[in-house]
């Protein structure tokens, strides 16, 4: 019986101590706990399939970073804020620090002192906007590492300084839209922020008169925040309430916010587009039913979460005493664990995190879920590079999952409007032939052989012809023996064959030719200039392969450009004269004859020996068939 009696003393007891720490007026922490209500996730089954598709996500940098929160790219390169203060780019092999706003501290237990970066946004002109928790938000320019405070988080706004800033977008003119999550605790006591009521803020920053003003108010734990694309409308996470909100900007609801959805399977964190309109929504911690938060089952209960925080407080109190007496590690490292979300990890009683795809109208399009140790706690969804990156509030690595993989449909989309995008790009050079171009060039060890014109011309490197070339010529030097032919390259025109000879003034250094409808594709090789073979005067034939120890080949280099562009021919050997003329087509035939010279007398006898002997066999065989 006396034990019965002692047990029901400390009952009586304990419970009078609860009572008189509930009831007594103007103990901390102050803040407001009065009834509200939220539709929780297990009032209403979800219409949607949940899908695995996040098992075997790549892990980086293990051990090398903490808390990457969020992300934001431009021009291809990728950014976060980690925890110790630092904004880093994220590339293939190594992760770059860019910028800290806090101050020098000694670990991640000081994180007031040195500063959480969450929310980042690029604006159209690459300039990084940046949201401290503790400090307010920053614009940086990420190749110079200057920044520049935008808001400072210990000025009020309507009353009130700002004691959580958490996220942020930029609209077109510039205007900064950002959520305050709480105007009562700092990030580090967000526990007190969760069990208290709603003071979660929605604020625009005006650049035009750098004003901030207060949209909404009294959001349950306020996190990630997006325009929509045409910027009519702007979505608001609120985490404690498993909610969203829309706020409208445009239109006749300007002003006025609606539910855009709730009851969702989770606390949602972080919000990014889908570069489709619509929204990924991370949920960093999965509830239903059979798996509630503590949090959210205490809402109903206002004494209850009174007590929860006076009690605390209690827990911290000595050891803030003890700081401010004799500051020390021990009592830091206390002070951060109690009330940080760090030990609300213990709540977390199923480990899966969940993705959400949600149309502009609130619509889940696709749910994706990962159980498990590494694929966990999951506060940030963001397509980059076709991956899904993957980021946390608590582990020591970045995850990325292939978009094929998480969301094919987004990656299929992605692949086609890469292809249009490369093809657009495409650099194409044109060979087509041009009237009137005349061309004096030295001709080469191969003979001209006639190509077929394609109706899709390609890149190609040439030596000096009529046509456009990305190149410098190949330099040969002959014999004295041998003498310089110079021919005349035609190329395929849809002119009669008797006009395809014609000239035209040549440039000074370069020689360009205008792309057409009608182009041929030509491929030289390192010492054979390819050109069409003329349809009415014969090419002269090719001189024989000098073996001059001067002779050397150039190497001919390949490249593609956007444009056709002129190249210099250069020429240290022989002077190339160009004249300019307009000739009829007899007139250039007899300009060219006059140019040719035979390479010497020897060359001269063997070619007539081989002309005479084909005419006297045709000769004879003619006979023959006359006889006969």
Known sequence: MGYLKSIGTVIIYTCLFFAVITFLPGLPPDAEFSEYSIKRPGDTPNPFELKNRLQGAEVLFSGEIKGPESFASYNGELYTGIRGGYVVKIEENRIVPVVKFGKKCDGLWQEERCGRPLGLQFNSKGDLFVIDAYYGIFKVNVNTRQYTNIVNSSEPIEGKAPRLLNALDIAKNGDIYWVDSSADFSLQDGIYSCLANPSGRLIRYNAATKKNQVLAKELAFGNGVLLSDDESFLIVLESTASRIIKYHLKGPKAGQQEVFAEGLPGMPDNVHSDGQGGFLVSLLVYIDSGHPMLLQSLIPHPQIRKLASRLLYLIEAPFKFLQDVYPNYYAERVLHSVGSFDSSRILDTKETSVILRMSKTGTVLDALYSEGEAVHGISSAYIHNGYLW?????????MRVPLKQAFSDL???????NVKQQKKEEPVITVTSTPNVKVETKPTNAKPAAQKPTAKPTATT???????VTAKPTTTTSKPTAQKVTAKPTTTTPKPPSQTSTTQKPATDATTSKPKAHSVTTTSSTTTTTTPKPPSTPSPPPPPPSSSPTASKAPVKETKTDKPKEI????????????????????????????EKPKSDETIKITARATETKNSEATEKKSDSTKK
Do not use: F, H, M
């Open 390 to 398: 993957l980021g946390s509030p608590w582990n020591e690595y970045i």
């Open 411 to 417: 990656s299929e989309s992605t692949k086609s409007s």
């Open 462 to 468: 040439l030596k000096p012809t009529a046509q456009k």
């Open 568 to 595: 210099n021919k250069d020429n240290s050997n022989s002077n190339v004269n160009r004249k300019s003329s307009n000739v009829d087509t007899e007139s250039s035939k007899r300009s060219n004859k006059a140019t």
